[in-house]
């Protein structure tokens, strides 16, 4: 029987072996994805701000608001910031928010927007606050006024009919 105990001792060592070459490569893992968390490239302020633009100009709902204020600011590390501020109302609730546009200036030039006309808002539907008025695929603003029918400028630009009279 010497040959039997000899296979059995022989079985608990491979069976340990394959144990601590699992629990090796475990520990390897770990250490690559630790390795691999702290060494990451992480996006900057800039490019989070480009992927949400980005995100609403796709997915976003439209809705109408109303330019309020385009001002500039003085943000904590020196640089001006240009605002710009609108609202919009969904589902009876008014939201009143701002867009940085420093940014877009290739976009949008900041001469040519109009406060107090109407633009168009993208939203996330599940989260309004998160909105845009800009980006780069997508423009919200509007340069004019829209012509409704029937309005002042309407009928100064069609001449008048005259009806027949009947007698």
Same mark, same amino acid.
């Given at each position: 029987?010497?040959? %039997? @105990?000899?296979r059995?001792? &022989? =079985?608990s060592v491979?069976?340990s072996?394959w144990?601590t070459?699992?629990?090796?490569?475990?520990?390897?893992?770990?250490? @690559?994805g630790?390795?691999? =968390?702290?060494?990451?490239?992480?996006?900057?302020? /800039?490019e989070?701000? &480009?992927?949400r633009?980005?995100?609403?100009?796709?997915? *976003?709902?439209?809705?109408d !608001?109303?330019?309020?204020d385009?001002c500039?600011?003085e943000a904590? /590390? *020196?640089?001006?910031?240009?605002?710009l501020?609108?609202?919009?109302?969904i *589902?009876g609730?008014d939201?009143?928010?701002?867009? /940085?546009?420093?940014?877009?200036r290739d976009?949008v @030039? #900041?001469?040519? %927007?109009?406060? !107090?006309? #109407?633009?168009?808002?993208?939203?996330q #539907? !599940?989260?309004p606050q998160?909105? =845009?008025?800009?980006?780069?695929?997508?423009? *919200?603003l509007?340069?004019?006024?829209?012509?409704l029918? !029937?309005?002042?400028?309407?009928l100064? @630009?069609e #001449?008048r009919?005259?009806?027949p009279?009947y007698r």
């Amino acid at each position: 029987m010497p040959g %039997v @105990a000899s296979r059995l001792n &022989m =079985i608990s060592v491979s069976t340990s072996t394959w144990e601590t070459t699992a629990g090796l490569a475990l520990v390897a893992c770990l250490v @690559a994805g630790v390795v691999w =968390i702290f060494t990451r490239r992480r996006p900057t302020a /800039d490019e989070v701000e &480009m992927a949400r633009r980005s995100f609403l100009a796709h997915s *976003g709902r439209l809705v109408d !608001g109303m330019l309020l204020d385009m001002c500039e600011m003085e943000a904590s /590390d *020196g640089r001006t910031l240009t605002l710009l501020v609108y609202s919009y109302r969904i *589902g009876g609730v008014d939201y009143e928010c701002s867009q /940085d546009i420093t940014a877009m200036r290739d976009v949008v @030039a #900041p001469a040519k %927007v109009y406060i !107090g006309l #109407p633009c168009s808002v993208r939203y996330q #539907p !599940g989260s309004p606050q998160n909105s =845009i008025v800009v980006a780069e695929q997508w423009s *919200g603003l509007r340069a004019t006024l829209p012509e409704l029918p !029937g309005s002042a400028a309407s009928l100064q @630009a069609e #001449p008048r009919r005259r009806w027949p009279r009947y007698r």
